[in-house]
């Protein structure tokens, strides 16, 4: 294939570039330690306040059983009449209390899904997500509403922190997805003009158990 003077000329300059790597400029940079100062305040407080300036929708429940309750009185909120949920351990917990209502079938009408997550980041006010829960890829994007299932063992500070943790976890290779949901979803067009629920879930809840 014959290739043009110009185009020879740019692929000469990359390969010299590979051939002789440009030294790191400031080495004493590179290190270990974050670049965050550590929050002042419980993890939980920080999650939460994180959360709720992205539009989330945060929800502390002392035990398992205050959670079912908050979680009934949401439902019935908003009338809803089919939650979608497809993870065993999640199912147990949910099936008898809101017998009827829970269907771990047809996503593409539920009112919501529930799922649960890897981690929480409390820095960025995120929920961390991957392929390798029962939920997949599809269950947390999908529903017009993502309730997220959680325990305060779950939060981690920041980012760096969770990705060691996912890395330990899963020692012989990382899930092909790991996400980081930080609030509902929204686009902006080139006026500014934000808009939610365009690739996503419109409303996005955290119900934190403070549990292990």
């Given at each position: 294939?014959?290739?043009?003077?110009?185009?020879e000329?740019?692929?000469?300059?990359?390969?010299?570039?590979l051939?002789e790597?440009?030294p790191?400029?400031?080495p004493?940079?590179e290190?270990n330690?974050?670049?965050?100062?550590?929050?002042?305040?419980?993890?939980?407080v920080?999650?939460?306040?994180?959360?709720?300036?992205?539009q989330?929708?945060?929800?502390?429940c002392?035990?398992?059983?205050?959670?079912?309750q908050q979680?009934?009185?949401l439902?019935?909120k908003?009338?809803?009449?089919k939650?979608?949920?497809?993870?065993t351990a999640?199912?147990?917990?949910l099936?008898g209390?809101?017998?009827?209502l829970?269907?771990?079938?047809?996503l593409?009408d539920a009112?919501a899904?529930v799922?649960s997550c890897?981690l929480?980041?409390?820095?960025t006010?995120?929920i961390?997500?991957s392929?390798g829960?029962?939920s997949?890829?599809?269950?947390?994007?999908y529903a017009p509403?993502?309730?997220?299932l959680?325990r305060?063992s779950?939060?981690?500070y920041?980012i760096r922190?969770g990705l060691?943790?996912?890395q330990d976890?899963?020692?012989?290779?990382?899930?092909?997805l790991?996400a980081?949901a930080t609030?509902?979803s929204?686009?902006?067009?080139i006026?500014?003009?934000?808009v939610?629920?365009v690739?996503g879930p419109?409303d996005?809840?955290?119900?934190?158990?403070?549990?292990?």
């Amino acid at each position: 294939m014959k290739v043009s003077p110009a185009k020879e000329n740019i692929l000469k300059k990359i390969r010299q570039a590979l051939s002789e790597p440009t030294p790191i400029p400031f080495p004493q940079s590179e290190g270990n330690s974050s670049v965050f100062h550590p929050s002042k305040q419980e993890k939980e407080v920080e999650f939460a306040e994180q959360f709720a300036r992205v539009q989330g929708k945060f929800i502390y429940c002392a035990d398992q059983t205050e959670m079912l309750q908050q979680l009934k009185l949401l439902i019935g909120k908003y009338a809803w009449t089919k939650i979608f949920c497809r993870e065993t351990a999640l199912l147990k917990i949910l099936d008898g209390p809101l017998k009827g209502l829970i269907s771990s079938e047809g996503l593409s009408d539920a009112d919501a899904a529930v799922t649960s997550c890897e981690l929480l980041i409390a820095r960025t006010g995120s929920i961390v997500l991957s392929s390798g829960q029962e939920s997949g890829r599809t269950v947390s994007v999908y529903a017009p509403v993502h309730i997220c299932l959680a325990r305060t063992s779950q939060l981690v500070y920041d980012i760096r922190e969770g990705l060691e943790f996912l890395q330990d976890k899963y020692k012989r290779g990382l899930p092909s997805l790991i996400a980081l949901a930080t609030g509902p979803s929204r686009t902006a067009d080139i006026e500014k003009t934000l808009v939610v629920g365009v690739h996503g879930p419109k409303d996005v809840y955290v119900f934190l158990i403070d549990a292990e």
